[in-house]
């Protein structure tokens, strides 16, 4: 029993080691983060506009097709040269005119989805309320879940951020037990020394 402390805090210390080591393999080892490390917004969309320069208080309209009922619609304006004082509305509809949703936005991409009950054609009225032009991407994907991002082994998502996110999750279980070694170790060696001084 006595032994137990040790054991944990070992434990602890392997799987702190082994979350070390697999984020060292997967960073990158030239200086700084490239650009293919981390997914950039598009990266995580099957279907991307061309980009698409928007004058101060003018509207432009975004269309996308569905060709597929009951599946959840993943979609996203990127403003790609953000500014502090950027301001969009997005106001979304089909082709007959009905509404699914009006948003204000001043951060630079805004990632929102719907469930698609039928197939058909949306259109995204971006309308730029700022003072100044900006220069906007649309994204989209039909059922997230099975988007190239998630499902392309290849993909920078699959490849480096999914082992950096186990990476860090083993790293805090490897603390905690690490701790929990620590604490079990000062238990025992405390109680070794209360029985010990029985006997003097």
């Known amino acids: 029993m006595k032994k137990r402390g040790p054991i944990v805090l070992i434990a602890g210390v392997v799987m702190i080691t082994l979350a070390a080591s697999?984020?060292?393999l997967i960073m990158p080892k030239e200086q700084g983060i490239n650009?293919?490390?981390f997914p950039s917004p598009e990266s995580l969309f099957d279907n991307v506009s061309d980009k698409v320069t928007?004058?101060?208080?003018?509207?432009?309209?975004?269309?996308?097709?569905?060709?597929a009922a009951n599946v959840p619609l993943m979609w996203g304006?990127?403003?790609v040269d953000?500014?502090?004082d950027d301001n969009v509305g997005i106001k979304i509809s089909n082709i007959f005119g009905d509404k699914f949703g009006e948003f204000t936005e001043t951060d630079p991409i805004f990632i929102k989805s719907f469930d698609v009950l039928k197939a058909d054609t949306y259109n995204f009225n971006i309308e730029n309320k700022g003072k100044t032009p900006i220069t906007v991407i649309m994204l989209f994907t039909e059922n997230p879940e099975k988007s190239k991002a998630l499902t392309d082994p290849n993909s920078p998502f699959v490849k480096n951020i999914i082992p950096l996110a186990e990476a860090g999750f083993l790293l805090i279980i490897g603390i905690i037990v690490l701790i929990a070694?620590?604490?079990l170790s000062v238990m025992d060696w405390r109680k070794g020394k209360n029985q010990s001084s029985r006997y003097i």
């Open 22 to 24: 697999i984020a060292y």
């Open 35 to 37: 650009g293919d490390f």
């Open 54 to 67: 928007i004058e101060a208080g003018n509207v432009y309209t975004f269309s996308h097709t569905v060709n």
């Open 77 to 79: 304006v990127h403003i």
């Open 82 to 84: 953000y500014n502090p």
């Open 181 to 183: 070694g620590i604490i």
